[in-house]
Structures are given as structure tokens and as C-alpha cells.
């Protein structure tokens, strides 16, 4: 027989335990000591008792192990509790990561980090954490959205700003989806990490994750900050009430709110209701999600067309030039038609056809969208409404100087944010800063440009012969700054236009053969006025460009105003 019984129960003696041969008095028996008949003794052999012991600690012991890994995986799953990895750092000056942050990598997921279908639990738990009514409020988690919270915290230092974003990052700058991060190596750009043309190391995240604070302590801080709801659109604004819906049907009051809901990437007819087959070798171009998934496909794919000869398509294709070719097609593949009845066959295609503003709320929001140039309707001072601005991509504002318009830039989000925000703490400024915008072909050519570039307008073009010095490259070395965004200039910067006769610069020669004319200027005219220019491959003079443009004059000669430029003072 098995099991256990007590040293009394063989019969031992009880009263062993004394010297004496007296029984305790029984007001001592509570204070009496363990005694050896008290142990428990096996019913069979030491072995066998032994044996059973140790099977039933197993069973113990594995019970346990599953009841806490379970638990662990419920709390995972729920999103009580969370193992993400924080962004990369913005900027150099930025702190490193904690220890935490650092133990934290150990345990988490790459799929679950990114994914956002699988954080639909972290969400749900995050939305429970929504407050009623927030001062300030800001519609899409990108470039214009951090440029104008920046710009509320500057101006009001307690704020409290909530972000609602579609996207499960936090906001980051676009530019570099095109450019830097294909030419940077797999083991930075899996880290969202680039190096500019000169080198130096960035990540695409404009403010590392330890900047914002958690949804659920947002009101209670009182020092205010700013908190993203990641993976969450508004789906309708009531402007009169002040209140933003939530697709789930929460609501949020706001004081002062701001759309900057961007835009999404056009597409075009033969794809928009083709099947599914073809739809998946269709990638339409505009966030990380997208970059990670061409860079996939160029992992495996052999070709890759791109559709679209604007800004975007031509980096992209300069960007993936290197990269498909050494890859076998993999069977099926799509043809193209084109209009000059050619067929192309290829793997996968890229829509780079332009942008589309996100204007969705306007419908459910009874807001304006301009019928000439879409987006949002808004005043100089971006408001649509009372308490209501917008900016970025999806606002079309009265420009002082240029009239009605829409841009689709960084500079411009970061500008047109930053006046928001500003307005949205009691400013009331008029749009007034020219915004400009640049594009690199890779590290060896690139432009830059300012105002009204419309291909409609008629041009003046002035160029030169080009150095090694005028490169995206040498530029990014000189100023150390890949982002050519000249938004954080101050105003004070920017330096005065010389008069084109007391310029000094020297007089162009005339052209040789072989000459390589790789940098220039390019002037679009409207009634004879200046109303844009473009800087091909000539950099760090945008502030002069600005200038001519907001002098608004007519100019007889618009070589001598190119003179301003220096165009030809490497020859
Ligand atoms: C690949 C690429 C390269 C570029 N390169 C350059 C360049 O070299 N130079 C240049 O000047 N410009 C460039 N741009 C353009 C520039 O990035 C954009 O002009 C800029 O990002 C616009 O900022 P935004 O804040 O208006 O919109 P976005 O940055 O698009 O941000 C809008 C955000 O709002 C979210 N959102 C939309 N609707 C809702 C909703 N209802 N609720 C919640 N969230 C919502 C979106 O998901 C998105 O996250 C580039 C753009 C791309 C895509």
C-alpha cells in the first residue's frame, strides 16, 4: 500500500515526546513542539512513496507552467500588457534607449509590432481610455499633425493635445520612403533608419516614442503633452457641437480641432475593379506599410513598373533601378497595355498617377471642398470653420500672395501645421511663408522649387555647367541636413535679395562642347510676374528664390535675375 500516515498512527507512543512520563497539562498543549511521531511516514517502501512524490510535483509543476504562460498569453493578447519596441530615435541629440526599452526588444514580435490587424486588442483597450473632451484635437497622425502640435505646446505649454491616427505609427516624415532608406542597407531600413546622402544616421520618426504620453494619463498630467490613438479614424466631425465620431461610434468633445488628414495615392481606371490576382501585384504608394512591401517584392520580383513620371515615380525608379534585375520572374505576370497598342509584361506595378486629399469627413461633416483644386476650403488663416482648421496635404487655403491653392508637400505640411497650430492658440495669422519642396534622384541630382511650378505656365530657363559641388550629396554635407525642408528657418534668416546689377556675380560664358549643363534655373511666368521657380541641382539659395517670388515683380531680363543665383561662379 501506498501513501502516507503519521508516526502516531504505528502506535508509537504519544507521550514520548515528554521526559517525565506525565501528559502535558492541557493549557501548555497549544505552545507544544513539533515531535518526531508527528512526521508522516510512507505506507509501502521509501522508493515507491518517493516515486509517487515526485509525479505528483510533475504534475504540479506543469499545471503551473501552463496557468502562467496562459495568463501571460491572455494579458498579450488583450493588450493589458504591451511589448513594443519604441521608434529609433529622431534626431542625434535625442536620449538612448532605456535599459527597459532595451530588455523589452528580447520579447517582442516583429509582426505583432507593425501589423495592425494584430493590435486591434491594444486598441480596444486604448479606446476605453478616451476621454470625453480634450482642449485640443488634431484629425491624422502626420508631418502637418506633428508640425502643428509642436507648435501648440510652444505657444501653450500646459496643453493637451490628442492625436487620432489611422496609421499604427507614430507620426514620421515621408520623403525618405522614396529615397534615402533604399540606398541605406537592409539592417537600417528594417529599423525605419536611413543614412542621408552624407552619411549621418536618422530615422524616419519625427519624435521618439518616450516624447508622447499614454492616452490614459493625458487629462491628469498637468503639465499636459501629446498622445497618439494609433489605428482610429474619425469618421464625422459635428462642427457646431465641437464633437469628433470614432468609426466604433465614440465620441470626443474638442475646444479647437485640426484635419490633417493628408491624402491617399490616385488610381486608375484599368486596376480600380480588376481582380484580385491583379490587384495583389498592384501597390499603390504612401506609407511604411507600402515601403515594406515593395521592398519585399523587390526582394523576389525580376521587374517592377512604375506608372507615373512625377516626383514620386521618378525616384522610386531611380530608387529600384539596382535592384530587381538580378531577381527570375516567377511564371505569371501581368501585361500591359499601353496607348501605342505595345505591350509590357511585368511582375508587379507601382502607381505614382498623384494624390488624392482625404476629404472623406467633408461629406459626413457638412464642410467645403474646393471644386478647382479639392481638399478642404479654408481661409488665409486655414480655418473652415469656427474652432476648425486644416492643413497639410488636404487643406486648400488662401495664399496672400498667390491666391487659392493646395499643395502637396513636406515643407508645406510642416508650415501650413505649424500656423494652425499656432492660430489654434489665439493667433490669427494670415498664410504668408512660401513653401518650397525638393526631390532627389539619388544622391547625384536633385531640385528643388518654390511657388506656382504648374507645366502650363510659360518658362524662362537659365542654365550652367555643373560641378562636382552641385549634388544632393555635397549639399547634405555642407549643411549637414538631408530634410530640405526650409521650414524651421527663421524668418529673420533669410537674407535680402541683391539688386541684379550691384550682384557681382560673373558674367556666363559661352558654352563649349562637352559642357555639362547639369544645374539651372527655371522661372514660370503668370502675366510676366514670377510665380515659381526651380533649382535644378543648385542648392542652398531657396531664400533667394523666395524673395523674387514675394517681390512680385516684372523683371525684362530674367538672366540678370538668375545672376542672383550665382549660377556661374564655379565655372
Ligand atoms: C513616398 C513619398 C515621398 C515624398 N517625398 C517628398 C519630397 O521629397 N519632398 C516633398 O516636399 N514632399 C514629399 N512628399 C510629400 C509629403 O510627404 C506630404 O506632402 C506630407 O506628408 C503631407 O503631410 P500631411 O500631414 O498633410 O499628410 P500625411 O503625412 O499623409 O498624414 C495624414 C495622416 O492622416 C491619417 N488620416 C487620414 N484620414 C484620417 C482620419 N479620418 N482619421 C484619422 N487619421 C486619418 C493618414 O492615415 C495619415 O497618417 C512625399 C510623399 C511620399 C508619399
Redesign the pocket.
Same mark, same amino acid.
Given at each position: 500500500m501506498n501513501g502516507w500516515r503519521s508516526g502516531r498512527a504505528l502506535g508509537r507512543s504519544a507521550k514520548r515526546w515528554s521526559h517525565s512520563d506525565h501528559t502535558i497539562p492541557e493549557k501548555y498543549q497549544k505552545f507544544r513542539t513539533g515531535h518526531m511521531d508527528d512526521a508522516l511516514l510512507p505506507f509501502g517502501s521509501w522508493k515507491e512513496a518517493y516515486n509517487q512524490l515526485q509525479s505528483r510535483y510533475h504534475k504540479q509543476l506543469a499545471a503551473s507552467v501552463l496557468y502562467f504562460g496562459g495568463t501571460v498569453l491572455y494579458l498579450y493578447s488583450s493588450g493589458v500588457i504591451d511589448l513594443v519596441l519604441p521608434p529609433p530615435y529622431a534626431n542625434d541629440d535625442q536620449t538612448p534607449p532605456s535599459k527597459w526599452s532595451k530588455l523589452k526588444k528580447w520579447f517582442t514580435f516583429e509582426s505583432k509590432l507593425r501589423d495592425p490587424s494584430s493590435a486591434t486588442s491594444s486598441v480596444v483597450k486604448e479606446l476605453a481610455n478616451l476621454p470625453d473632451s480634450i482642449p485640443y484635437l488634431i484629425? &491624422?497622425? &502626420?508631418? +502637418?499633425?506633428?508640425a502643428a502640435f509642436r507648435s501648440i505646446r510652444a505657444n501653450d505649454p500646459k496643453a493637451k493635445v490628442l492625436v487620432?491616427?489611422?496609421?499604427d505609427y507614430f507620426?514620421y516624415?515621408?520623403?525618405? #520612403? /522614396?529615397?534615402e532608406l533604399w540606398f541605406s542597407g537592409s539592417d537600417l531600413t528594417k529599423k525605419l533608419t536611413f543614412k542621408q546622402w552624407n552619411g549621418r544616421e536618422r530615422t524616419v520618426f519625427l519624435e521618439h516614442e518616450e516624447f508622447y504620453i499614454p492616452l490614459n494619463k493625458l487629462m491628469s498630467t498637468e503639465t499636459g503633452g501629446v498622445a497618439v490613438l494609433k489605428n482610429?479614424?474619425?469618421?464625422k466631425l459635428d462642427a457646431t457641437e465641437r464633437k469628433a465620431y470614432l468609426a466604433n461610434g465614440q465620441t470626443v468633445s474638442y475646444d479647437k480641432c485640426l484635419i +490633417?488628414?493628408? &491624402?491617399?495615392?490616385k488610381n486608375i481606371e484599368p486596376f480600380v475593379n480588376a481582380d484580385p490576382d491583379v490587384q495583389k501585384r498592384v501597390i499603390l504608394?504612401?506609407?511604411i506599410k507600402d515601403?515594406k512591401r515593395l521592398e519585399e517584392i523587390t526582394r523576389k520580383a525580376k521587374s517592377v513598373t512604375i506608372v507615373g513620371g512625377g516626383? #514620386?515615380g521618378s525616384?522610386?525608379a531611380c530608387a529600384l533601378s539596382g535592384r530587381s534585375k538580378l531577381n527570375k520572374s516567377n511564371g505569371s505576370q501581368l501585361s500591359l497595355s499601353l496607348s501605342n497598342s505595345d505591350k509590357l509584361r511585368t511582375d508587379y506595378v507601382v502607381l505614382a498617377v498623384g494624390l488624392e486629399p482625404?476629404t472623406? #469627413?467633408a461629406e459626413t461633416s457638412s464642410l467645403e471642398v474646393d471644386e478647382n483644386f479639392g481638399g478642404f476650403r479654408v481661409n488665409a488663416e486655414l480655418e473652415a470653420r469656427t474652432n476648425l482648421w486644416v +492643413?497639410? @496635404? +488636404?487643406?486648400c487655403f488662401y495664399d496672400t500672395k498667390l491666391g487659392r491653392r493646395r499643395?502637396?508637400?513636406? @515643407?508645406?505640411?510642416v508650415v501650413?501645421?505649424r500656423l494652425a497650430g499656432e492660430n489654434m492658440t489665439g493667433a490669427h495669422k494670415p498664410y504668408w511663408h512660401q513653401s518650397?519642396?525638393? /526631390? @532627389?534622384l539619388g544622391p547625384q541630382v536633385g531640385y528643388e522649387a518654390i511657388g506656382i511650378v504648374d507645366s502650363t505656365l510659360p518658362t524662362v530657363g537659365v542654365f550652367a555647367k555643373a560641378t562636382e559641388k552641385d549634388t544632393p550629396k555635397a549639399a547634405a554635407e555642407q549643411t549637414n541636413e538631408g530634410i530640405r525642408?526650409e521650414a524651421d528657418e527663421p524668418v529673420n534668416a533669410l537674407k535680402p535679395v541683391p539688386k541684379p546689377e550691384s550682384s557681382g556675380a560673373v558674367t556666363p560664358r559661352a558654352p563649349q562642347s562637352g559642357d555639362d549643363f547639369g544645374k539651372g534655373i527655371i522661372f514660370y511666368l503668370r502675366n510676366n510676374i514670377v510665380v515659381g521657380i526651380v533649382l535644378w541641382n543648385v542648392f542652398s539659395r531657396m531664400h533667394i528664390a523666395r524673395r523674387v517670388i514675394s517681390e512680385g515683380k516684372a523683371y525684362d531680363d530674367l538672366n540678370e535675375v538668375a545672376k542672383l543665383f550665382e549660377l556661374h561662379s564655379d565655372d
Open positions: 484629425i &491624422g497622425g &502626420g508631418t +502637418a499633425s506633428f487620432i491616427s489611422e496609421e507620426p516624415m515621408r520623403p525618405p #520612403l /522614396s529615397k482610429q479614424s474619425v469618421v +490633417a488628414t493628408g &491624402g491617399k495615392p504608394y504612401r506609407d515601403f516626383f #514620386l525616384e522610386l482625404n472623406e #469627413l +492643413a497639410g @496635404d +488636404a487643406s499643395v502637396e508637400h513636406h @515643407d508645406h505640411a501650413s501645421g518650397m519642396f525638393w /526631390s @532627389d525642408s
